[in-house]
């Protein structure tokens, strides 16, 4: 029977405690009292009254004074972030980022949260910020960074004109879709801000933060998306900006999150409510899908180093302790799509996929053992087991261009040439593990499998569609075919997060160029007036547009792109960041 993970008010976990009700008045009982007393007992209470009187009015004119003079200085802090030439990374950087070897937050002071939790008042904007103690952000250095910048703007103007606040922009009809319910763009995109150069833009978003953004709501949220967008975003953009604003969001979000991992086992539920930090599983089925439940340690493991409260950390990384423990053998190292909350198994027969409910478990092993100095091996040889599994197991070659993609098992054992889009994220995550000292062949796998990505360009838009299927018999002229329902393009980052990566490792300039134009095509077919929307098929033109624009795409597609286009390829250094799945970057720590 698993151990039962329950969050009680014992733990360290911060949660808000509600404050006794005010006592009822005693008037009437003092005014009885008061009239029984004798005349000169009276006389003297009155005297030592009026000194008391004095002496708060001494102290209160002092109180008030030092109150202004805190004001002052905060407003000043504040004053200098947003003027500043992009903050960049304040608390992260230590000594240890001058002499090249990896950051260690640790050793920086860092703005504290109360270990009972973040601020009961929500908009509470008196918050200390820190100077920036890293080097300013350059602003685009290039025509093809300043085209992007001008994209998000773009992007940003269509978003603040017809849904500021909201969660994603609908630029066809002018208004805004709800989904978190916590302005989902704006927590998204911040550090996309400031890696961008855009200074105002940033200090309007900080502002509304500080004012606007709640996360007491009565609502049920998929953990997974609310943990690599909204916590990522804040952790990120605290960790840029070193405005401890971002940190106490982060902790608050934090610790409403956490109450999905109290279930029956090491696996958390898919939802929780975020005022009631109660889980549950989604009304389609009673399983947690394998890549929600493993790509939240990242998050919670940054935000136990950066608040000191170890709690968050823990609790995520029992369950990719629990996975390790009971391994996925079957296959290689390739685990099962679904897993139960109730008795930490998972389904037997599922599908065995590098896409969508399995995609960033094996990115999270590798950048678990990165994000934690690499000193712990048992993520490093995961990883290492499963890349062999997917060589053995999901590993094909297309016909007649011999196209590398890894394809997939359904319900364990039936072979489908199927890649996801999302996919393409493998190619960056095998590149990644090759330059830190795993096999030189994970290399050549990263490198084919993102011309494999490139060649989902070649459509008639210029635009990837959301899923292909390859073809394996000689005698076909194309390697790759779009079923109709699989041809829309929601404008995904992941090719070109491949590509940022392999230009980093590599220096070949093919992959700036395969970025730009990508970036030119979505320019031309999904650029629209009030922003950039998703298209119905990539494979049509003239383009029929859907009403949606994803908080990644100025969260990660575009803010790949920029750095991708870098000409100096110095801007959040590898050796010291780690990107979560939503391109958020992250400290990584001596141990």
């Given at each position: 029977?698993?151990?039962?993970?329950?969050?009680?008010?014992?733990?360290?976990?911060?949660?808000?405690?509600?404050?006794?009700?005010?006592?009822?008045s005693?008037?009437?009982?003092?005014?009885?009292?008061?009239?029984?007393?004798h005349?000169?007992?009276?006389?003297?209470?009155?005297?030592?009254?009026?000194?008391?009187?004095?002496?708060?009015g001494?102290?209160?004119?002092?109180?008030?004074?030092?109150?202004?003079?805190?004001?002052?200085?905060?407003?000043?802090?504040?004053?200098?972030?947003?003027?500043?030439?992009?903050?960049?990374?304040?608390?992260?950087?230590?000594?240890?980022?001058?002499?090249?070897?990896?950051?260690?937050?640790?050793?920086?002071?860092?703005?504290?949260?109360?270990?009972?939790?973040?601020?009961?008042?929500?908009?509470?904007v008196?918050?200390?910020?820190?100077?920036?103690?890293?080097?300013?952000?350059?602003?685009?250095?290039?025509?093809?960074?300043?085209?992007?910048?001008?994209?998000?703007?773009?992007?940003?103007?269509g978003?603040?004109k017809?849904?500021?606040?909201?969660?994603?922009?609908?630029?066809?009809?002018?208004?805004?879709?709800?989904?978190?319910?916590?302005?989902?763009?704006?927590?998204?995109?911040?550090?996309?801000?400031?890696?961008?150069?855009?200074?105002?833009?940033?200090?309007?978003?900080?502002?509304w933060?500080?004012?606007?953004?709640?996360?007491?709501?009565?609502?049920?949220?998929?953990?997974?998306?609310?943990?690599?967008?909204?916590?990522?975003?804040?952790?990120?953009?605290?960790?840029?900006?070193?405005?401890?604003?971002?940190?106490?969001?982060?902790?608050?979000?934090?610790?409403?999150?956490?109450?999905?991992?109290?279930?029956?086992?090491?696996?958390?539920?898919?939802?929780?409510?975020?005022?009631?930090?109660?889980?549950?599983?989604?009304?389609?089925?009673?399983?947690?899908?394998?890549?929600?439940?493993?790509?939240?340690?990242l998050?919670?493991?940054?935000?136990?180093r950066?608040?000191?409260?170890?709690?968050?950390?823990?609790?995520?990384?029992?369950?990719?302790?629990?996975?390790?423990?009971i391994?996925?053998?079957?296959?290689?190292?390739?685990?099962?799509?679904?897993?139960?909350?109730?008795?930490?198994?998972?389904?037997?027969?599922?599908?065995?996929?590098?896409?969508?409910?399995?995609?960033?478990?094996?990115?999270?092993?590798?950048k678990?053992?990165?994000?934690?100095?690499?000193?712990?091996?048992?993520?490093?040889?995961?990883?290492?087991?499963?890349?062999?599994?997917?060589?053995?197991?999901?590993?094909?070659?297309?016909?007649?261009?011999?196209?590398?993609?890894?394809?997939?098992?359904?319900?364990?054992?039936?072979?489908?040439?199927?890649?996801?889009h999302?996919?393409?994220?493998?190619?960056?995550?095998?590149?990644?593990?090759?330059?830190?000292?795993?096999?030189?062949?994970?290399?050549?796998?990263a490198?084919?499998?993102?011309?494999?990505c490139?060649?989902?360009?070649?459509?008639?838009?210029?635009?990837?569609?959301?899923?292909?299927?390859?073809?394996?018999?000689?005698?076909?002229?194309?390697d790759?075919?779009?079923?109709?329902?699989?041809?829309?393009?929601?404008?995904?980052?992941?090719?070109?997060?491949?590509w940022?990566?392999?230009?980093?490792?590599?220096g070949?300039?093919?992959?700036?160029?395969?970025?730009?134009?990508?970036?030119?095509?979505i320019?031309?077919?999904?650029?629209?007036?009030?922003?950039?929307?998703?298209?119905?098929?990539?494979k049509?033109?003239?383009v029929?547009?859907r009403?949606?624009?994803?908080?990644?795409?100025?969260?990660?597609?575009?803010?790949?792109?920029?750095?991708?286009?870098?000409?100096?390829?110095?801007?959040?250094?590898?050796?010291?960041?780690?990107?979560n799945?939503?391109?958020?970057?992250?400290?990584?720590?001596?141990?």
């Amino acid at each position: 029977m698993p151990t039962m993970l329950s969050i009680r008010p014992g733990d360290e976990l911060p949660l808000y405690i509600g404050g006794k009700p005010p006592q009822a008045s005693a008037g009437d009982s003092c005014f009885r009292k008061w009239r029984s007393l004798h005349r000169k007992q009276r006389t003297l209470i009155i005297l030592a009254s009026l000194l008391v009187l004095f002496g708060f009015g001494h102290t209160t004119s002092r109180f008030f004074g030092t109150l202004e003079t805190v004001e002052t200085r905060e407003a000043a802090a504040v004053a200098a972030v947003n003027e500043a030439n992009v903050p960049k990374a304040a608390p992260v950087a230590g000594n240890n980022a001058a002499n090249g070897g990896p950051v260690d937050v640790d050793q920086v002071d860092v703005p504290q949260v109360d270990s009972n939790g973040p601020n009961h008042n929500e908009n509470d904007v008196n918050v200390q910020i820190a100077e920036p103690k890293y080097p300013k952000f350059k602003g685009p250095q290039n025509d093809r960074q300043t085209a992007v910048v001008a994209a998000m703007k773009h992007a940003w103007a269509g978003y603040k004109k017809f849904a500021w606040g909201k969660d994603q922009l609908q630029p066809i009809s002018g208004s805004s879709q709800e989904w978190m319910g916590c302005g989902l763009t704006i927590l998204d995109s911040l550090d996309t801000l400031l890696i961008m150069g855009m200074n105002e833009e940033f200090a309007e978003s900080r502002e509304w933060v500080a004012t606007e953004l709640s996360f007491d709501k009565d609502k049920f949220v998929s953990l997974f998306e609310t943990t690599i967008r909204v916590l990522g975003g804040l952790l990120s953009a605290y960790h840029l900006s070193g405005d401890a604003l971002f940190l106490q969001k982060a902790e608050d979000i934090g610790s409403r999150l956490a109450g999905a991992l109290d279930s029956p086992s090491p696996i958390p539920y898919s939802d929780v409510n975020l005022r009631t930090r109660k889980g549950k599983q989604p009304g389609w089925g009673g399983e947690s899908s394998l890549s929600e439940v493993t790509s939240i340690q990242l998050e919670f493991r940054d935000l136990s180093r950066a608040t000191g409260n170890d709690t968050y950390e823990k609790i995520a990384f029992k369950v990719s302790e629990h996975i390790h423990s009971i391994g996925c053998n079957d296959h290689e190292g390739l685990c099962g799509m679904f897993i139960s909350p109730t008795d930490g198994k998972f389904r037997p027969s599922t599908t065995i996929t590098l896409g969508a409910r399995s995609d960033s478990y094996y990115e999270y092993l590798l950048k678990q053992w990165l994000q934690t100095g690499k000193s712990i091996d048992w993520l490093r040889d995961d990883y290492s087991q499963a890349v062999t599994g997917i060589r053995h197991l999901l590993w094909r070659f297309s016909e007649p261009n011999k196209l590398a993609f890894p394809g997939e098992l359904l319900n364990g054992n039936t072979w489908s040439p199927k890649m996801d889009h999302l996919v393409c994220f493998m190619a960056g995550t095998l590149a990644m593990g090759a330059k830190n000292g795993l096999p030189e062949d994970h290399m050549d796998m990263a490198k084919n499998l993102s011309h494999s990505c490139r060649e989902m360009y070649r459509t008639l838009t210029g635009l990837a569609p959301e899923i292909v299927y390859f073809n394996e018999l000689p005698g076909k002229t194309e390697d790759i075919s779009i079923k109709p329902l699989d041809a829309h393009c929601l404008l995904r980052p992941e090719a070109f997060e491949a590509w940022f990566y392999l230009y980093r490792y590599t220096g070949d300039k093919k992959y700036q160029e395969w970025g730009w134009e990508a970036f030119q095509a979505i320019e031309q077919f999904a650029k629209v007036p009030n922003g950039y929307a998703s298209v119905q098929s990539a494979k049509k033109i003239p383009v029929v547009h859907r009403d949606l624009m994803e908080s990644f795409f100025p969260a990660e597609s575009l803010k790949y792109l920029y750095l991708l286009f870098a000409d100096e390829q110095t801007d959040i250094p590898l050796d010291k960041w780690v990107f979560n799945t939503e391109a958020h970057p992250l400290p990584i720590r001596a141990n």
